[in-house]
């Protein structure tokens, strides 16, 4: 069983920066596909960043240099920093992993990923 633990949301000003951090527990590997994903009021939520099956990372064009994914694979932490903060940035923020597969004799990330936390708020006003 895969547990995801989101934490580091709140309310900053137009410009500011957060991190929002995603404890990961149980059988977590270095290999596991990760990302983030947000979902404001009335709309569909949206892929802002990954990690895919063998480590390439993606973001989202809405948030391409100023957000930035990490990974602490020791800690099992998955790390969003948030810089330049706008306010179309405002959303529940959610981490999601899966394990990766093999097919066709190339590594993938299943879409969408299996396991999701239970998300954490990102306000930001002008």
């Known amino acids: 069983q895969v547990r995801l633990e989101e934490s580091g949301g709140g309310s900053v000003q137009s410009g500011g920066s957060l991190r929002l951090s995603c404890a990961a527990s149980?059988?977590?590997?270095?290999?596991?596909?990760m990302g983030w994903f947000r979902q404001a009021p009335g709309k569909e939520r949206e892929g802002v960043a990954s990690i895919g099956s063998v480590g390439t990372i993606t973001y989202a064009a809405s948030v391409k240099g100023r957000f930035t994914i990490s990974k602490d694979n020791d800690r099992k932490v998955l790390y969003l920093q948030m810089n330049n903060l706008k306010t179309e940035d405002s959303a529940m923020y959610y981490c999601?992993?899966?394990?990766?597969?093999?097919?066709?004799?190339?590594?993938?990330?299943?879409?969408?990923?299996?396991?999701w936390g239970q998300g954490t708020q990102v306000t930001v006003s002008s």
């Open positions: 999601a992993a899966d394990f990766r597969k093999f097919r066709g004799g190339n590594w993938y990330c299943p879409s969408p990923l299996g396991y």
């Open positions: 149980g059988y977590i590997s270095s290999s596991f596909c």
